[in-house]
């Protein structure tokens, strides 16, 4: 079992709607969590961080956290073509070990 | 803006040559990374540093080696290129203890034939 694992996608949304990111870790210590957002031939840029069980919204965008089942998940909605990228989910567990998921691929179509 | 800047976008490299990634950042930033990236294994830690001088292994450290000699720079060295390191390297960097937001480099696509 890999130790950070998100569906590769692509997941495909219209326009308009909520596109729906999952994350799922196996590390029960782990401590914080971050959503990353690249675009392709482009690095990585941080959306969102979340430390505590719950909701976080931020715009847009609202990080999911239930460290009991152990996923993340980021909720985008209206969702735009501009929002097609690649999601990466990073889990850190302490020191400075943090570990990147593979990635979704989002396509919003217009 | 935090700006981490990436000696090459591209490079192409031969089998058993030495090979220099250099990467620099202007935030003062203590923590500096270095990760590959390959399509459906994400981001892998090859090594990071926490101090000028100082270097830990990180996941994947087999076949690199890295330097700080200043506290902006964070260099990348492949000892002899093979052609399993062909892949797309970034470099990131960090504030302070742990792990806060990390800002990422452009990448280098490095191809070794």
């Known amino acids: 079992q890999k130790e950070v694992e998100q569906n590769s996608g692509p997941l495909s949304v219209p326009e308009g709607a909520i596109a729906s990111l999952n994350c799922t870790y196996s590390d029960r210590g782990s401590q914080s969590f971050f959503w990353y957002r690249q675009y392709s031939g482009k690095s990585p840029e941080l959306i969102m961080s979340i430390y505590s069980n719950g909701d976080k919204e931020d715009g847009r965008f609202t990080a999911q956290l239930n460290k009991a089942s152990q996923y993340v998940s980021l909720l985008i909605r209206d969702s735009q073509p501009s929002d097609s990228a690649t999601y990466l989910c990073a889990i850190y567990t302490g020191g400075f070990k943090t570990i990147f998921g593979a990635g979704t691929r989002l396509f919003v179509k217009a | 803006d935090v700006k981490v800047t990436q000696s090459s976008r591209y490079l192409v490299k031969r089998t058993g040559e030495k090979v220099f990634l250099e990467c620099v950042q202007d935030?003062?930033?203590?923590?500096m990374f270095w990760y590959r990236q390959d399509p459906g294994l994400g981001l892998r830690l090859i090594y990071f540093?926490?101090?000028?001088?100082?270097?830990e292994k990180g996941d994947i450290p087999e076949g690199y080696s890295v330097s700080r000699e200043k506290k902006e720079r964070f260099s990348l060295i492949l000892e002899s290129a093979s052609t399993n390191q062909t892949s797309m390297y970034l470099c990131a960097s960090s504030f302070g203890q742990g792990y806060t937001e990390a800002f990422f480099g452009q990448g280098t696509r490095l191809t070794v034939v």
């Open positions: 540093s926490y101090d000028v001088k100082m270097k």
């Open positions: 935030m003062d930033h203590e923590n």
